[in-house]
């Protein structure tokens, strides 16, 4: 980007950040998929089905929420707070099927704005600050985890999509 684009969008490298997260919830994406997408073709009894054993979607989606979270407290405290053994990372379809799908999507839906919001106050200079990561165990610039994130949402629509061709596939037998 030439410094004449760089002065009339401040932080570019935030605001392409928000714009891909946005983008991989909702947005018009080259993969031609989205979240939004693929969750609208699924229907109430769905969400928590384990298809051949796999996470539900549910699970899934829940398991995102839970780490936006952490990048959120990573932001604000400059450290985070769950690994990949704890226990609000993966709980169990039951203790979801409890909670029900209205409130796991909207909590999911809710870390997204937090997440956008509290970026949203950020300059560019803010991906290369530093803070602890529990899981590796060391100091790491927060475009690492935040690009991270990013792919760690990406992965999980795969996994999304594929559970949805598994049901799909299991309804037709």
Not at 139 to 162: C, E, K, V, W
Request: with cysteine; proline share 3%; aromatic share 10%.
């Amino acid at each position: 980007m030439s410094d004449s684009n760089n002065r009339l969008m401040p932080n570019p490298l935030i605001n392409n950040l928000i714009f891909q997260l946005q983008g991989v919830q909702s947005g018009n994406i080259w993969l031609g998929t989205n979240f939004t997408k693929k969750l609208s073709q699924l229907g109430n009894d769905d969400y928590f089905e384990k298809p051949n054993g796999l996470n539900s979607i549910a699970e899934v989606i829940n398991h995102l929420t839970v780490w936006r979270r952490d990048a959120i407290s990573k932001i604000t405290t400059g450290k985070g707070a769950v690994t990949d053994l704890d226990p609000s990372n993966w709980p169990g379809n039951a203790c979801l099927q409890e909670l029900g799908w209205e409130l796991i999507y909207r909590d999911y839906q809710v870390s997204l704005s937090a997440l956008i919001e509290v970026l949203e106050g950020k300059t560019d200079d803010f991906l290369e600050e530093r803070y602890y990561d529990i899981d590796f165990k060391g100091s790491y610039p927060y475009s690492f985890a935040l690009y991270g994130l990013l792919h760690h949402d990406i992965y999980h629509l795969g996994q999304i999509a594929t559970l949805i061709r598994i049901l799909e596939h299991n309804k037709k037998r």
